[in-house]
């Protein structure tokens, strides 16, 4: 290395933050039916990277991420993959509590909704505590030194005094923010934050949003962001997988899939960006809405697409290179032409 | 918090009051004359009618009422008419047996209810855990007066380990405990149950999980927890019922409770110590109330404001 070669900090070349193959998620119901929620799915994110997860609500990326942590009830959903591996901690096939080791540790996991995510009876700041005290067998006081830091870096006003005051005296926005402290408590390798910013206010949104990409600068994260907000891809992804009907329907560099998509159903996502923004609503731009959840036949995305024909209808496209991206299509998109 | 206190201090004895004014007037409609039981069917009318005056019973019901209130505020609630004591006397002096007896009960629905209710709930759908819910039904079902006699032929006839009835020792204690306690094991059991498979799908549990804590700690410092709120309203319901007297198990033991002796005052028409009994019963009642108030306010804080 020569002395007019910049310091750049490089980052250590690492197992992937998150590597799943053929994973399916099917409901169980009380009459013994199932239902396939999510169907086959294989994807990698890199460490020190944002990978987007988007899709319209009810395509299945909530279930994807629980079924990462090994946190679905095995009651309801049978949770089957090739091979799933978190921070490069392997999960034993069948058993999502061999996944019970990593969680809080490597994997910090951020929830959809805060609402009831803590305990109602217990002061935040002991809640945050415990995360020390058990997995690093802190006394009480160092854990609670160390809670007051971790609301002071995810910016609680106060935080002192705030440690002490229940869940019901927190706002949305501020419950988001224990949620987060409490993902990111043991610097994890991986964080998984399922629409970190829906349900609160956009000066809330863009701040939560800046807090996990400094956070992911600071600890060299790995993170899968799920979201439905195009916009908040732009700012922060570096790569984008797009879910429709329980499937990964096209993946690529977030440059690739916002400039030149392959997928119809990614290119009406891009047209619709405004309204997303504010409401969550695609249908501006791509008429009907989504499939119920189910068994489905040809591709998924058919009976909306301005450019179906018959194989559509009785083919499963499969991922595959088309221009810049993969994409689930039989007829992508092709470089150049651009869809108006 | 003060201000709290005093506010529930006024509405419990308003309560109070209002309870004492309903049973007192019932207790005047209802047929069955106490001096008629007390003199005998041989008595003149000049005889009763004396007697009546000496007790006030001549009287309009609502004179009588507030001849009542008026010594109740000074906790003076007359003279039984039977034994001619006071009744204060004769309540408080019953009162020992029953406190004993609802306690030694719901310390064993305490003991055997939550933690069993607990384990079927974390070990729910296998075998262990539906032969509880059987058990627990059937035990909900047996009237008290049957498990009590059954437990007498038992345990007293057959078998001479346990005294029939009475007070006398320790022992007495035993099967009334166990009668009382039976369904209310069975309730609670069930109810705790229920409330812990119902916490444990709450979100708080699931996000303690991605936290990495253990299913031990969960249990013991999330679910527990959030899991006894309605128990202890139910639990404090159900205390309070016990303090005012368990008439048909005290009766079936011949347990010297206030329940037995409400029984024998009814019986006899001895109107001023069957309505210390019934004042004592509303009372407990609105204690237990009070003490389950500030319990929740213990666990939930939800509940912590004015
Ligand atoms: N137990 C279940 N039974 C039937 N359908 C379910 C069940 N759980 C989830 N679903 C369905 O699965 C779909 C995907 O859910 P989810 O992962 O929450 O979507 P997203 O996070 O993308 O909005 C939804 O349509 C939801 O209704
Ligand atoms: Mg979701």
Known sequence: MTLAEPMVARPITREPAIAVAGL???????????????????????????????????????????????????????????????????????????????????????????????????????????????HRGMSHSDARREVIRLLNLVRIPNATARADDYPHQFSGGMKQRVIIAGAVALSPEVLIADEPTTALDVTVQAEILTLIDD?????????????????????????????????????????????????????????????????????????????????????PFAPRCFQAQSVCATDLPVLQQSGHTMAACHFPISDGVRHG | MISYVLRRIVIAILTTMAAVTATFIMLRIAPG???????????????????RQAYGLDLPIWQQLMVYLGRASTLDFGQS????????????????????????????????????????????GQSASHATNAASLVALSLPEFWTGIVMI????????????????????????????????????????????????????????RARGLPRGSILRRHVIRNALIPVVTVGGIQLGHLLG???????????????????????????????????????????????????YRLIDPRFRRG
């Open chain 1, 24 to 134: 399916s998620i099917t409901a169980r119901d009380d009459a013994g039916s199932s239902l396939p929620l999510v169907k086959d799915i294989s994807f990698t994110c890199n460490a020190g990277e944002v990978t987007a997860l988007i899709g319209e609500s009810g395509s299945g990326k909530s279930l994807t991420a629980t079924a990462l942590l090994g946190l679905l009830d095995p009651d309801v959903y049978d949770v089957r993959s090739h091979a799933l591996s978190v921070a490069g901690y392997p999960a034993a096939p069948h058993d999502p509590e061999s996944l019970a080791p990593i969680r809080g540790r490597k994997v910090g996991y951020i929830v959809q909704d805060p609402g009831a995510a803590l305990d109602p009876t217990m002061k935040v700041g002991d809640q945050l505590a415990e995360l020390f005290m058990i």
């Open chain 1, 215 to 299: 956070l992911r600068n600071e600890y060299a994260m790995g993170v899968l962001l799920i979201t439905h907000d195009l916009g908040v891809v732009y700012q922060v992804a570096d790569r984008v997988l797009v879910m429709y009907a329980g499937r990964i329907v096209e993946k690529g560099e977030v440059e690739a899939i916002c400039s030149t998509p392959a997928h119809p159903y990614t290119a009406g996502l891009l047209v619709s960006v405004p309204d997303l923004s504010r409401t969550g609503a695609v249908s501006a731009a791509i008429p009907g809405s989504p499939p119920r959840p189910g068994l489905d036949r040809g591709c």
């Open chain 2, 33 to 51: 004359d106490p001096i008629a039981v007390l003199l005998g069917d041989m008595a003149s009318d000049a005889e009763i009618a004396d007697a």
């Open chain 2, 81 to 124: 008419i039977a034994q001619g004591t006071s009744v204060r006397e004769l309540v408080l002096s019953h009162f020992p047996h029953t406190l004993l007896l609802a306690a030694s009960t719901m310390l064993v629905v305490i003991i055997l209810a939550l933690p069993i209710g607990i384990y079927t709930a974390v070990r729910k």
């Open chain 2, 153 to 208: 032929l038992i345990f007293s006839r057959m078998l001479r380990w346990l005294p029939s009835g009475g007070a006398e020792s320790g022992w007495s204690l035993i099967m009334p405990t166990i009668t009382l306690a039976l369904p209310l094991i069975a309730v609670n059991l069930r109810l705790m149950s229920t409330e812990t498979i119902n916490v444990l799908r709450a979100p708080y549990i699931t996000m303690a």
């Open chain 2, 245 to 295: 007297g368990a008439v048909i198990v005290e009766t079936v033991f011949n347990w010297p409770g206030v329940g037995q002796l409400l029984i024998r005052s009814i019986g006899i028409r001895d109107y001023p110590v069957v309505q210390g009994c019934l004042i004592l019963m509303t009372f407990s009642v609105i204690v237990t109330n009070m003490l389950v108030d500030f319990a």
